[in-house]
């Protein structure tokens, strides 16, 4: 089970980009299937995008084209770049693993023990 430490995030203007960061320890991101979620106040969480143990991504049909989810695997880290950002976007962003390896609508990672999830980074994008 990794140790997921999240970055980046803030406030910023319709149309602009952010860069999210999740740093694991415990072991290589390379190994797992990870993903990025997101809840907005009074809203369901919803995933966002994953990244396959294979490196190849999948996202939600709502960031299709405006974000893209990396990895560093040197590094050990996990990104997501979010571009063209919509007051929609607004929300707390998590990443998490295991996560589903190829990107399905309703499909969220467990709260088991088995399971690792960021602290959380909110995303405000004003109007």
């Known amino acids: 089970r990794l140790e997921l430490v999240q970055s980046g995030g803030g406030s910023v203007q319709n149309g602009g980009s952010l860069r999210l960061s999740c740093a694991a320890t415990?072991?290589?991101?390379?190994?797992?299937?990870m993903g990025w979620f997101r809840q907005a106040p009074g809203k369901e969480m919803e995933g966002v995008a994953t990244m396959h143990s294979d490196g190849s991504p999948s996202y939600s049909d709502a960031v299709k084209g405006r974000f893209a989810v990396s990895r560093d695997t040197t590094a050990n880290i996990l990104y997501l770049e979010m571009n063209d950002l919509k007051p929609e976007d607004t929300a707390m962003y998590y990443c998490?693993?295991?996560?589903?390896?190829?990107?399905?609508?309703?499909?969220?990672?467990?709260?088991?023990?088995?399971?690792?999830w960021g602290q959380g980074t909110q995303v405000t994008v004003s109007t």
């Open positions: 998490a693993e295991p996560a589903p390896c190829r990107y399905v609508p309703g499909v969220l990672p467990g709260r088991g023990e088995s399971n690792s």
């Open positions: 415990g072991g290589y991101i390379s190994e797992y299937c």
